[in-house]
Structures are given as C-alpha cells and as structure tokens.
C-alpha cells in the first residue's frame, strides 16, 4: 500500500508565497513522474506541474514563472513553490505519482493524496 500526503497549503495575500510538499510512503520501490493538479469550485482538474524522476520538469502555461517543481528522491518527496499568487490561484492542490511497489514493479500505479486547500485572497 502507497500513501501520498500533501501539506502546505493555506490561506495567502495575492502576491504572497506558499510551499506545498507531497510525501509518499508505504511498500515503494520506484517512484516516477510526481504530478501537482488542481481542482477550483465547479471546475475540472487541471494538470499545474510535474517532475519526472530525473527532474524534467512541464508547467502550465497559467503558472509559469511563478511555480517551481521540484523533488527530493531520497525523501521520496515532491514540492511544490508557488510565487506571486493571484487569486485564481485558489483551489484544492492534489498530488500524483506514478508508483511501482515492491509486490508488482510493473506497471507503475497512479496514486493520490487527499489534497489541501491553498486559498488566495486579501
């Protein structure tokens, strides 16, 4: 079993700053791309960045140049920098990573964290 868990969010001034990290464990043997999405109100979710396991990194075009992803193999850990949030910032911020576990190495498995709240607002 693999749990994702998010952390960081928030409720933030526009044009503040907040650092989401995503933390995997359980029975992992490799991980790959580690993915941030988001969910607005009455919105689908929508891909916001991902790192592949040697740090290719894609952004969308909404959040270039003020998100950075990154991540920590070691700490089997994602990160998420987001710099100069505007409101439309604002929804819930899920993680994904595609794991091969120790039991079935191949294919890797999508899985989730629960999400948290990153509100943009004065």
């Known amino acids: 079993q693999v749990q994702l868990v998010e952390s960081g969010g928030g409720l933030v001034q526009p044009g503040g700053s907040l650092r989401l990290s995503c933390a995997a464990s359980?029975?992992?043997?490799?991980?790959?791309?580690m993915t941030w999405y988001r969910q607005a109100p009455g919105k689908e979710r929508e891909l916001v960045a991902a790192?592949?396991?040697?740090?290719?990194?894609n952004y969308a075009d909404s959040v270039k140049g003020r998100f950075t992803i990154s991540r920590d193999n070691a700490k089997k850990t994602a990160y998420l920098q987001m710099n100069s949030l505007k409101p439309e910032d604002t929804a819930v911020y899920y993680c994904?990573?595609?794991?091969?576990?120790?039991?079935?190495?191949?294919?890797?498995?999508?899985?989730w964290g629960q999400g948290t709240q990153v509100t943009v607002s004065a």
């Open positions: 359980g029975s992992i043997f490799s991980i790959y791309a």
């Open positions: 790192v592949t396991r040697s740090g290719t990194t």
């Open positions: 994904n990573a595609q794991v091969s576990t120790l039991k079935e190495k191949w294919p890797p498995i999508n899985y």
